[in-house]
């Protein structure tokens, strides 16, 4: 019995320094946003790869599963040439250890060699950890007709 207790504690414990660590402000989790989306627009993988965790996922509005190997293996083999990655009309969500921005991207640019330019609705996940906020998650909309 002891022991279980000892080990809750030890869980509120860490989570409270989790926490603590990660400051509850929506300002921080738009910057890592505007971050991520910055090194997308610059095709700069070796940010992409700092940015995310390696169990990082992507859904899509069409239900495609993109993960972080995915994402930096396109920002190297330059799949895509962004004129914008932008987005606007965010809003942060403080839930525990987790933080979760929705927001409304704007997209130009060539993607596969096709001319794109579209809007859609995201949310990413960013989750507390000993280290800081961390994007670990992100699900998108289907691109929205103007």
């Known amino acids: 019995m002891p022991q279980r207790l000892i080990a809750a504690a030890m869980a509120v414990l860490w989570t409270a320094q989790a926490v603590a660590g990660c400051p509850r402000d929506a300002a921080v989790i738009i910057e890592l946003d505007r971050q991520y989306q910055d090194a997308v627009l610059r095709n700069d993988a070796d940010s992409i790869e700092r940015l995310l965790p390696d169990d990082f996922a992507l859904v ?55 001319p794109v330019d579209y809007r859609l609705w995201f949310s990413d996940v960013y989750l507390c950890t000993p280290t800081g906020w961390q994007y670990s998650f992100a699900q998108s909309s289907i691109p929205l007709s103007d």
């Open 60 to 114: 899509t509005g069409r239900g495609k599963q993109v993960r972080k190997a995915d994402l930096v293996m396109e920002a190297r083999t330059q799949a895509a040439h962004y004129e914008r990655q932008h987005d606007k009309q965010q809003s942060v969500r403080f839930i525990g250890e987790i933080a979760v921005i929705s927001a409304l991207l704007h997209v130009k640019g060539r993607e596969r060699g096709q």
